[in-house]
């Protein structure tokens, strides 16, 4: 296993793919952006690419290429309430800093 969510978590991811019938799990992939490299995009995909790996927790399917794999490999993924807003948060063991924001992090 590569990748894990908290309950609180799981428990959200659920919700959305519970209302997509055609939902294959929760994609979380990253790309450039922010001031220190990369950031994280989620989706729920209808259909899996021939590079991506399916690691399950709690019940879901946490879905990743295997290039974005090696960055966030370990990571633990939280849904938190930050003032007004839920948000996911992403606790990677690989990130060697952070932008002030949130935003992006970086890797060695």
């Avoid at 995009?41 to 399916?54: G, K, N, S």
């Avoid at 927790?57 to 003032?83: F, H, M, P, R, S």
């Amino acid at each position: 296993m590569s990748l894990f969510v908290t309950e609180t978590a799981a428990a959200r991811i659920k919700k959305f793919i519970d209302k997509d019938p055609q939902a294959k799990g929760f994609k979380i992939s990253i790309k450039k952006t922010g001031c220190s490299g990369w950031g994280y995009e989620v989706e729920i995909p209808h259909e899996l690419l021939a590079d991506d790996v399916i690691c399950e927790d709690k019940g879901v399917k946490l879905i990743a290429n295997k290039e974005t794999l090696e960055i966030i490999k370990g990571t633990t993924i939280d849904y938190e309430k930050q003032g007004i807003n839920h948000v996911f948060v992403y606790k990677n063991p690989n990130a060697t800093g952070e932008c002030g924001c949130g935003e992006s992090f970086t890797t060695n």
